[in-house]
């Protein structure tokens, strides 16, 4: 024998969701107000959930909106009077738009908002564009670039342009190649006496450039006589070099022969005048 289902015996009903609620209460509203004689007209039809808006609604992109289903396509926040953002025909909040889709400065990472300076083939910041050595902003004259990085003039010059060879400062312009270094044009000179070179001509000595004089000078090849260059058969006497021409008699002057001679006080006489001065 079958027995009914006592009161509380029905299985228990799952509570309606918040949403679907207020379109109910909408629903039944609007037929209330229609059998009153009431017409209501909605405001369109929203967007996201497409169905008909009768209160609070949402102007955007070309068509209406709940306000509460009027939000980030990326956070799901409400956008409510915020600015926003259209990226294909969807919406996104200002936080969002930018860290999604704008430049990035390639120095701190961060989404670039407003002006934004191109080089190196990176996007940078223009407060975070500076050089790389001394943090100085570039001015009017530009940057360098080496290895991927940017240098105002003057350090990009002092750490990778050649060196001169007698200052050692930075060769931006004009220079002489010669003894396998670059040197500046007005630093090309005899190491001794800082004399230019006449026609380009000079001489090496230990790496270095000299005149014809302070070459001889520093090869000790200066006659002793005439102070010149000798450059041919020579005559060395004395811990000194001459010219033959110019081996002579400190006192009669008469040009001398390497073992016929004698000296005294550092100076060299023939036979006879030594015999006459000194014995």
């Known amino acids: 024998m079958s027995q009914g289902k006592g009161a509380g015996s029905y299985p228990p009903t799952t509570p309606p969701k918040p949403g679907s609620?207020?379109?109910?209460?909408l629903g039944s509203l609007q037929s209330d107000l229609n059998k009153l004689g009431v017409a209501t007209v909605a405001k369109g039809v929203c967007g996201a959930c497409k169905k008909p808006i009768a209160g609070q609604v949402v102007t955007a992109m070309g068509k209406t909106w709940h306000p509460e289903h009027f939000v980030c396509t990326h956070c799901q926040e409400e956008i409510g009077s915020r600015n926003f953002f259209e990226r294909d025909s969807q919406p996104y909040c200002e936080r969002d738009?930018?860290?999604?889709f704008s430049p990035r400065c390639y120095y701190c990472n961060g989404p670039i908002l407003d002006k934004v300076v191109t080089a190196l083939d990176r996007t940078w910041h223009p407060e975070h564009f500076f050089c790389a050595q001394c943090g100085a902003f570039f001015g009017p004259e530009g940057f360098h670039e080496k290895d991927g990085k940017a240098y105002?003039?003057?350090?990009?010059?002092?750490?990778?342009?050649?060196?001169?060879?007698?200052?050692?400062?930075?060769?931006?312009?004009?220079?002489?190649?010669?003894l396998n270094t670059l040197w500046h044009p007005e630093c090309f000179v005899c190491r001794e006496c800082f004399t230019p070179f006449v026609n380009g001509s000079f001489f090496e000595h230990d790496g270095q450039p000299y005149c014809e004089v302070h070459y001889h000078e520093r090869r000790g090849s200066l006659c002793s006589g005439c102070q010149k260059p000798i450059t041919g058969r020579c005559i060395?006497?004395?811990?000194?070099?001459?010219?033959?021409?110019?081996?002579?008699?400190?006192?009669?002057?008469?040009?001398?022969?390497?073992?016929?001679?004698k000296e005294q006080n550092d100076?060299?006489?023939?036979?006879?005048?030594?015999?006459k001065l000194f014995c």
């Open 97 to 100: 738009y930018h860290n999604l």
């Open 152 to 178: 105002c003039r003057k350090d990009y010059f002092d750490m990778f342009a050649p060196k001169c060879g007698g200052c050692a400062r930075a060769i931006l312009e004009n220079y002489i190649s010669a």
């Open 236 to 261: 060395t006497a004395m811990a000194k070099k001459f010219h033959p021409e110019h081996f002579v008699c400190a006192f009669c002057l008469k040009q001398l022969n390497k073992g016929t001679f």
């Open 267 to 275: 100076k060299p006489y023939c036979q006879n005048c030594f015999l």
């Open 21 to 25: 609620q207020l379109d109910s209460m």
